[in-house]
C-alpha cells in the first residue's frame, strides 16, 4: 500500500486491498509512511503520519477505524 494521504483514506485503502477474503493470494501485505523531512518541498507527505500502534492495528483512528490485518512490511520514506 502506497499513496499519501489523510489516516482514514489510507487505512481503507489498506483494509480494502488486503482483504484475505478478497484477495486470498497476496502473501505479504505492507504500508509505506511519508514523514516530512527538510529536503521534501513539494508537501508530499502524511498529515500526520500513522503511529506504530495504529499502523499495527493496535489503536484506533479519531474516526474509530482500526488496521484489520498487520503489515508484514513497513516501509518509512
Do not use: C
Not at 489523510?6 to 483494509?15: P, R
Not at 503511529?51 to 503489515?71: A, D, N, V
Request: proline share 5%; net charge positive; charged share 30%.
Amino acid at each position: 500500500m502506497d499513496g499519501l494521504g489523510e489516516k482514514e483514506v489510507k487505512v481503507t485503502k489498506y483494509n480494502k486491498i488486503t482483504d484475505s477474503k478478497v484477495y486470498p493470494f497476496i502473501r505479504f501485505r505492507g504500508i509505506k509512511i511519508f514523514f516530512s523531512n527538510k529536503w521534501e518541498k513539494a508537501g508530499h507527505y502524511d498529515k500526520p503520519p500513522m503511529t506504530l500502534e495504529e499502523i499495527f492495528g493496535l489503536k484506533k483512528l479519531p474516526s474509530g477505524m482500526r488496521m484489520q490485518t498487520k503489515s508484514n512490511v513497513i516501509i518509512i520514506a
